[in-house]
């Protein structure tokens, strides 16, 4: 191996020969500003040595042992860097702040074997670190993944399981895709309907999702449902929960609560935030439906509430609104909406989309967020501070980056971690039919070429997105997630000059993490 078993792999790391032997005699000593972090490396080493290490605050910092340490020294690295230093007599880790810290312990976990991630599973003998000096920061501040928990819900022990696996890769981004046609997963305290009714659906589709019940070859006959009814949801409470856990691995959970489409649970619950006529169910079957909610000001009201209980709940500088797939044939077809877009002197539907869109931009904005969205809401003009998620391919990146927009990338062909991940289908769970391998994944450059240099530091970074149509439960998505979240952790924090088969050499190893923290991943055949 020409680089460390080290995922994602550092800027900087030299070894220097030698190596340090951790003993139950072993110290973790830390400033009063890196405690939680100490305590955090105690708890993990405690968990796979089985037993105490300790903590201390007050030893002389010439003791040997591991030294933790804010250090103003550090801070040409940034907030997420650190400089790790392991020698014979100790280890000292230094950051300019506690994200580094939090990232440098990561490291050093993975300068152990890999026994250190299974309760009680490294021998105390064993616990030798090469030494090392390592400096090391990420290349992007947005390294994150997006978990639809609409399509399926993901119990938030499962969820707690994968906050721990994204700080595992040095990820910072957990985007929760909470509502959507086929189910609504955040209680919401002023509308309780949103989770008692939009929370369950009566039946799920078997198989693929077929074409659009709009589209002409839309055959109703051939799509079998289940017949169970399927729901779950968040309360406040777990819901906090998870935030405070994710808040304390330095990840931000971005919570998204979708608009104006996508909206067929909320509406299922709340018939009057809808234009139909018909009363809607929740939709047991996948694929781009036509509900929207009704822009009226008591919709618009209803889903500023909805934000303001969301707020309440996510500290997250960013609220994703959605604005995808919107279609707006029900705008089209209903005298309502029409009397309104026309005393708005709006010109046509999408424009009345991006009315809505500013207005919850404003009402964000007001309150101190900035509104994040897919890249169809960049058509009709968007305020300065809003973020736009590139799904379409780059295209929507490149737009809004040149409109001094900051953007996320995930575009379907790189980031869509619900495509086949090899080509032989049939050896495959089912799952979207595109593809989208491991090596295409770990070659995606985040800036794209046609962005103009002056414009790239809008880029924030890149995220996976984990649909979960066809991922009914936690091992299923850690299917899907692995290892290609391994390679994307890369991609956004390590430099552009890396090397996949030196990669696959890592992953092998890193490999053996996953297999001690139980994971399911994507077997995969390495030279
Ligand atoms: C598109 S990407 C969607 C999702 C689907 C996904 C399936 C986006 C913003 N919308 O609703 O789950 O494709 O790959």
Same mark, same amino acid.
């Given at each position: 191996m020409?680089?460390?078993?080290?995922?994602?792999?550092? =800027?900087?790391? *030299?070894?220097?020969?030698?190596?340090?032997?951790? $003993?139950?005699? /072993?110290?973790?000593?830390?400033?009063?500003?890196? #405690?939680?972090?100490?305590q955090y490396l105690a708890a993990a080493?405690?968990?796979?040595?089985?037993? *105490?290490?300790?903590?201390?605050?007050?030893?002389?910092?010439?003791?040997?042992?591991?030294?933790?340490?804010?250090?103003t020294d550090c801070e040409a690295l940034g907030s997420e860097g650190y400089h790790l230093?392991?020698?014979?007599?100790?280890?000292?880790l230094h950051a300019a702040a506690r994200a580094g810290l939090f990232y440098g312990i990561q490291t050093l976990l993975q300068l152990l074997p890999s026994s250190v991630y299974s309760p009680g599973g490294l021998e105390i003998g064993e616990c030798s670190i090469a030494c090392v000096e390592i400096e090391d920061h990420p290349r992007f501040g947005w390294r994150g993944a997006m978990l639809d928990v609409a399509r399926h819900f993901l119990p938030p022990q499962s969820v707690l399981k994968f906050i721990d696996l994204l700080a595992l890769h040095k990820m910072n981004i957990l985007h929760l895709h909470l509502t959507d046609d086929q189910g609504w997963r955040i209680e919401i305290k002023k509308y309780p309907r949103l989770t008692s009714v939009g929370g369950m659906r009566a039946k799920t589709l078997v198989g693929r999702a077929l074409a659009n019940p709009a589209d002409d070859n839309f055959d109703p006959v051939s799509q079998r449902f289940d017949g169970v009814a399927y729901g779950g949801y968040y309360t406040q409470? =777990?819901?906090?929960?998870? *935030?405070?856990?994710?808040?304390?691995?330095?990840?931000?959970?971005?919570?998204?609560?979708?608009?104006?489409?996508?909206? =067929?649970?909320?509406?299922?619950a709340y018939p009057f935030l809808g234009c139909g006529d018909e009363p809607l169910e929740?939709?047991?079957?996948?694929?781009?439906?036509?509900?929207?909610?009704?822009?009226?000001?008591?919709?618009?009201?209803?889903?500023?509430?909805?934000?303001?209980?969301?707020?309440?709940?996510?500290?997250?500088? @960013?609220?994703?609104?959605?604005?995808?797939?919107?279609?707006?044939?029900?705008?089209?077809?209903?005298?309502?909406?029409?009397?309104?877009?026309?005393?708005?002197?709006?010109?046509?539907?999408?424009?009345?989309?991006?009315?809505?869109?500013? #207005?919850?931009?404003?009402f964000l904005t007001r309150q101190g967020r900035l509104l994040i969205g897919w890249d169809e809401i960049l058509a009709g003009g968007l305020s300065p501070g809003a973020v736009v998620m590139s799904w379409r391919g780059e295209q929507g990146g490149v737009e809004a980056a040149?409109?001094?927009?900051?953007?996320?990338?995930?575009?379907?062909?790189? /980031?869509?971690?619900?495509? @086949?991940? $090899?080509?032989?289908?049939?050896?495959?769970?089912?799952?979207?039919?595109?593809?989208?391998?491991?090596?295409?994944?770990?070659?995606?450059?985040?800036?794209?070429?046609?962005?103009?240099?002056? &414009?790239?530091?809008?880029?924030?970074?890149? =995220?996976?997105?984990?649909?979960?149509? &066809?991922?009914?439960n936690a091992d299923q998505l850690e299917y899907m997630a692995f290892p #290609?979240? $391994?390679?994307?952790?890369?991609? /956004?924090?390590?430099?552009?000059?890396?090397?996949?088969s030196d990669f696959l050499e890592r992953l092998r190893f890193?490999?053996?993490?996953?297999?001690?923290?139980?994971?399911?991943?994507?077997?995969i055949a390495l030279p």
């Open positions: 020409t680089s460390l078993p080290i995922i994602p792999l550092p =800027q900087k790391a *030299v070894l220097t020969g030698g190596v340090f032997h951790l $003993s139950t005699h /072993t110290h973790i000593l830390c400033d009063e500003g890196a #405690r939680a972090e100490g080493l405690c968990r796979g040595i089985g037993s *105490v290490v300790s903590l201390n605050a007050a030893l002389p910092r010439s003791a040997p042992g591991i030294q933790l340490r804010i250090n230093s392991v020698t014979r007599e100790g280890v000292s409470e =777990q819901a906090r929960e998870i *935030v405070a856990y994710a808040a304390a691995r330095h990840i931000t959970v971005v919570p998204e609560i979708e608009m104006p489409g996508h909206a =067929q649970a909320a509406i299922a929740v939709s047991p079957r996948w694929g781009i439906h036509n509900a929207l909610y009704k822009p009226t000001e008591h919709a618009l009201e209803f889903l500023r509430d909805v934000l303001v209980e969301v707020m309440e709940i996510f500290p997250s500088p @960013y609220i994703h609104i959605g604005g995808d797939e919107a279609i707006k044939t029900l705008w089209q077809n209903s005298p309502e909406c029409q009397a309104l877009k026309n005393a708005l002197g709006l010109r046509d539907e999408e424009a009345l989309q991006s009315y809505v869109i500013g #207005r919850m931009d404003d040149r409109q001094g927009h900051d953007v996320v990338m995930a575009p379907d062909r790189f /980031t869509y971690f619900d495509y @086949y991940q $090899s080509e032989d289908r049939d050896a495959e769970p089912l799952a979207f039919s595109e593809l989208l391998t491991l090596p295409t994944v770990y070659g995606y450059e985040p800036v794209p070429t046609d962005l103009p240099a002056e &414009y790239a530091h809008h880029v924030l970074g890149a =995220q996976c997105q984990l649909w979960s149509e &066809y991922m009914p #290609r979240l $391994s390679a994307l952790a890369e991609v /956004t924090w390590s430099s552009r000059e890396r090397d996949y890193h490999l053996t993490r996953l297999d001690a923290l139980s994971v399911n991943y994507r077997p």
